[in-house]
């Protein structure tokens, strides 16, 4: 094994520049930029297809739970085969060719489905090729990376993160034909994610012989240690604050998915006042939400700058304390909103919790970080961000079927659980640390 990565760090020397200029940076960092797109068409189109599909808001949370529950299964499970994958074009690649070519096929199908049905199992294909390419992605970055510009590499993630974002809801808000939509976003991330894969060399790993002759891993013990035992083993073993933190954050995105999955199709209904998805106001409501939307991510986009300045003047847990007030505020604020535009400035202020939510909370996290247990914490703390997807899409969806499918209600929901996260934060103590940079 040591001669293997001895191997394997020497071969990195020669094909790796030891530091890497803007352009390398930014090749490796685009291909979020097309992932972006099918997130956004799957956050804007995907409940208002459903609902011209027959579904009430009972079904569109059921189906809605491809999102958490395949990033709670499917990411663990690609990510430990990308791990001891030996192809020859690296351990990455096969992987990211594989999910960008599922998720445009989905897309390119979604638009054209004759049933509810067809149209659940091609989301449920679209959020799994999507977390079969995100897992990979990230990972890829330590694999080719000099070590001393990874942060720099997560950056320019995020940013293309957020330039997608608001690309892709821009764009949504200018097209009325579903099928030129999700086609355009198809071509977006073949394109970026291919232009990543092409222009981003990645090493092969080098086996010795007796590791080419050891037995396949069990798949199931794999996945039931990254699933089960290890996020057990670290939570448990986590200080009460810590542990708090997770549930603050479960909560904030059983929040966040009342907005993501049922905005959609509560400013159509109503802000625009169509009562049938065959209203002349529904089409038109659904083009302002990814408007909306676009909104949303600039402010975020912009906030995300400021943040570094307001921890180092205040502290860590005032600046999130800040954001979620907003994202509550503005959840609560959509049911009052009078008009398009009052939708779109409470979408605005949202956009400030959703920078902080995206960034804290990670930088909380940090600071209880157990020397080389990072990626587990991590991991763990990614299913305090899944489950509570899962428990909102099952459970709001019931909520809202009891008050005459009036859609406000996960915004009131939404509003309060929120609001809740962020009375529970001020419980938290914040350790002294390094401040978010």
Same mark, same amino acid.
């Given at each position: 094994m040591a001669q293997a990565l001895l191997d394997n760090q020497q071969h990195d020397q020669?094909?790796?520049p030891r530091v890497w200029n803007f352009w390398r940076l930014l090749a490796l960092s685009i291909g979020f930029l097309g992932i972006q797109f099918g997130w956004a068409i799957q956050m804007g189109q995907m409940s208002p297809l459903l609902e011209r599909l027959g579904s009430d808001p009972r079904l569109t949370g059921?189906?809605?739970?491809?999102?958490?529950?395949?990033?709670?299964f499917v990411q663990p499970m690609i990510g430990a085969l990308s791990d001891r994958c030996t192809s020859r074009w690296g351990r990455r690649r096969p992987f990211l060719l594989l999910g960008i070519c599922l998720t445009a096929l989905s897309l390119v199908f979604?638009?054209?489905?004759?049933? *509810?049905?067809?149209? !659940?199992? %091609? #989301?449920?294909?679209?959020?799994?090729? &999507?977390?079969i390419t995100q897992g990979p992605y990230r990972a890829l970055v330590p694999d080719v990376v000099p070590k001393q510009q990874q942060?720099?590499?997560y950056a320019y993630m995020s940013a293309t993160i957020g330039l997608?974002?608001?690309?892709?809801?821009?764009?949504?808000?200018?097209?009325?034909?579903?099928?030129?939509?999700?086609? *355009?976003?198809?071509? !977006?991330? %073949? #394109?970026?994610?291919?232009?990543?894969? &092409?222009?981003?060399?990645?090493?092969?790993v080098i086996q010795e012989n007796s590791e080419k002759k050891e037995a396949a891993p069990n798949m199931f013990k794999l996945l039931w240690r990254s699933i089960v035992v290890d996020p057990l083993t670290t939570f448990n073993a986590l200080p009460q604050d810590a542990k708090k933190l997770c549930f603050m954050h479960s909560m904030t995105w059983f929040g966040l998915m009342c907005l993501f999955v049922y905005v959609s199709v509560f400013i159509p209904h109503q802000i625009f006042g169509a009562k049938t998805p065959q209203d002349p106001g529904y089409q038109t409501g659904v083009q302002w939400v990814s408007?909306?939307?676009?909104?949303?991510?600039?402010?975020?986009f912009v906030f995300s700058m400021a943040i570094g300045p307001l921890v180092r003047r205040f502290s860590k847990k005032w600046v999130h304390t800040l954001g979620l007030t907003c994202l509550s505020g503005g959840l609560l604020g959509l049911w009052f909103a009078p008009t398009p535009m009052w939708a779109m400035a409470l979408m605005g202020l949202m956009g400030i919790g959703w920078a902080t939510t995206l960034s804290v909370p990670f930088a909380l996290l940090s600071d209880y970080l157990p020397g080389g247990k990072e990626g587990v914490l991590m991991g763990t703390f990614n299913i305090f961000i899944a489950a509570p997807g899962v428990l909102s899409n099952l459970l709001v969806g019931q909520l809202i079927a009891l008050y005459d499918n009036q859609t406000g209600v996960a915004m009131l929901v939404g509003g309060v659980m929120v609001l809740a996260s962020a009375l529970m934060l001020q419980s938290i103590r914040e350790k002294p640390s390094l401040t978010l940079s």
């Open positions: 020669k094909i790796q059921l189906i809605s739970c491809a999102g958490p529950v395949t990033g709670v979604m638009p054209h489905s004759s049933s *509810l049905l067809m149209a !659940a199992v %091609l #989301l449920w294909i679209l959020d799994a090729s &999507l977390n942060a720099a590499a997608g974002s608001v690309i892709a809801f821009w764009v949504s808000s200018q097209l009325t034909q579903l099928d030129t939509l999700f086609n *355009l976003g198809a071509m !977006a991330i %073949l #394109l970026a994610m291919g232009a990543t894969i &092409l222009l981003t060399p990645e090493t092969p408007q909306c939307y676009a909104v949303f991510n600039i402010v975020c």
